[in-house]
């Protein structure tokens, strides 16, 4: 049976280096990579197409960036930009036609109403999403636009013909539409799923097409082998819903900040953001993750349990308590992080009967307040912490703060990820 149009995919083409060549004119028609921080030792986590073009991508060590283009210019990310443009596309986009979800800082998608299927008329939504984009974001910022029976092709066409494309995939010119195209364009299909699906005989896309269900789901290892195979085919078929597991930060420290003295506070600022956030999201932590990247040497992380909580005391607590066993504690450090697991939500919780006031859960076993270094009641920390977030949300994140984040005001600033669109109330310095 004939499926028609139901999904447009909307896709920003080199996201946060085409804001930067839209803020700075003279960077326009210029190979540009966008850097975490001014050192030679970060790394790109965005480049122009221009800069594409010699190799340069997302993850391309700066140094390396410079040899391999001469000339690219190198400018520090500016996050608060990306988001308020990020905010002007949605609008634009919407201002055509109404958008289903917000996939990520620089990907939307729209379903498409059953009197606007037609390929033509579809075809015309797109070229109005690129001239209102145009008109009312900037001419500098392109998105590439792919429609198809189902959001999974639709993305995929949004691919095919970037930067600035146009292309739609039609249930009859499936699968042929799709041979061209290697193993690792397809989304879901990594480095590893790769070397997988080469294991089990697969290697282009057009295997991948012709390969039964039960193949693909021996190939995945389950259901989601048996949903690429009904994607591919231009089924519709539910989102698998998920639930969020983790929420953390972290941060490559500027060379003028990786001895330990200049590293901590910033990562009591990143647990700090990520305390903030996991109250904004109602959720509760039950375990704390520090994560370092020494300059020289392999990196280490470690854990600690905790009774579920949000207080942000009591997490520093258990912060401090990790950075003290760190290894090599004189060692000069290139990356910090803090990442917060066993999520759950704050109304499905269940407080422990026996818990101490001041349980911080370094045992999760026995009543630990002496170890996490304070005797304030659950209910006290619950609105000390609403207190500070109401009054740093209403006047700016600088007019409070605790005290183990003062030398780190101008650190760790907003950070965006592709999967994590962030509160400016929250993320803002």
Known sequence: MERPLTALFIDCDSYFASVEQHLDPALRGRPVGVAPVMAETSCCIAASYEAKAF?????????????????????????????????????????????EAVLSIDEMWAWLPYNLRDPATVEAIGKKIKATVARDVSPVIKVSIGAGPNKYLAKIASKMRKPDGLFIIEHSQLPDILHPLKLRDLTGVGRSMEARLHS?????????????????????????GERLWHLLRGDEIPDLVSTRKSLGHSHVLPPDSRTPDRAWPVLCKLLHKACERLRAEHLLTGSLTLQLGFVRGPSWSADAP?????????????????????????????????????????????????????????????????????TLDPEKHQRLDVALDKLRARYGRKVIYYGSVQESRDAAPMRISFTHIPDAGLEGD
């Not at 697969?202 to 789901?217: F, N, S, W, Y």
């Not at 006031?357 to 270094?373: I, M, N």
């Open 55 to 99: 190799g340069v991508k997302t993850g391309t060590r700066i140094s390396d960036a410079r040899v391999r283009c001469p000339g690219i210019a190198i400018v520090e990310a500016k996050p608060p930009e990306y988001l308020r443009f990020h905010h002007r596309v949605v609008e634009a986009v919407e201002d055509c036609i109404h958008v």
């Open 200 to 224: 089990a005989g697969i290697r282009t896309v057009e295997g991948l097409c012709d390969a039964t269900k039960p193949a693909l789901h021996k190939a995945w290892g389950g259901v989601l």
């Open 306 to 374: 905790t009774v579920e909580t949000d207080a942000t005391l009591i997490l520093m607590h258990l912060l401090e308590r990790l950075w003290h066993d760190r290894p090599e504690p004189g060692s000069l450090i290139l990356k910090v992080g803090v990442v917060l697991t066993r999520l759950c939500e704050q109304g499905n919780h269940t407080p422990q009967l026996f818990q101490d006031a001041g349980d911080a859960g370094a045992d999760a076993t026995a009543g630990t307040a002496a170890a996490a270094g304070t």
